[in-house]
């Protein structure tokens, strides 16, 4: 086995066992409930947005970077319904209060996610392949956590809508 070889084992084990700890961690906090604010619900993915807002204006994309960016959007866009809809929404039935808690299938999911883009940085590599440069890969990461992100707390908002809407027309 090669030096290099070794290093990128190496470099996997460490990268597995930080986020075995992080999801052990998350996995044991998951059964805390949360109150849900639905007037926050935009605040993450807002500045989350201005964030990569600042990164495409600083960093402009150019050639397929565009095409790849907006795809990883919209795939980002599809993960965060996906994951939205694992999330556990209750509602208090006397004071309407919104409440939620972690399933372990969006925790799982995420788990998922993380192994598909470890595995894909093992096939893609630098991003030579596909003639990206480093700030295109950054930029296509970004927009698939703002699609995640804005998505899974667009869906939250609605369900939880729904279920207050239907709380209140029981109380009259």
């Not at 788990?111 to 598909?116: N, R």
Request: glycine share 6%.
């Amino acid at each position: 086995m090669q030096a290099n070889e070794a290093q990128g084992w190496i470099s996997y084990a460490i990268t597995a066992v930080i986020i075995g700890i992080v999801f052990a961690v998350r996995w044991r906090r998951m059964s805390v409930v949360k109150p849900l604010k639905l007037e926050r619900l935009w605040v993450f993915p807002a500045l989350y947005a201005a964030v990569a807002l600042y990164m495409v204006v600083m960093y402009p994309l150019q050639g397929l970077a565009w095409l790849f960016c907006a795809l990883a959007l919209v795939m980002g866009a599809a993960l965060g319904w996906q994951r939205g809809k694992m999330m556990r929404i209750t509602i208090d039935p006397d004071s309407h209060a919104l409440n939620t808690t972690s399933s372990p299938a969006a925790v799982l999911f995420l788990v998922a996610i993380v192994a598909l883009r470890t595995g894909a940085r093992a096939v893609i590599g630098d991003g030579h392949a596909l003639h990206l440069d480093p700030f295109a890969i950054t930029d296509m990461l970004v927009a698939l956590a703002l699609g995640l992100f804005t998505t899974q707390r667009i869906e939250m908002y609605l369900r939880a809508k729904r279920l207050l809407d239907t709380a209140r027309a029981r109380q009259t």
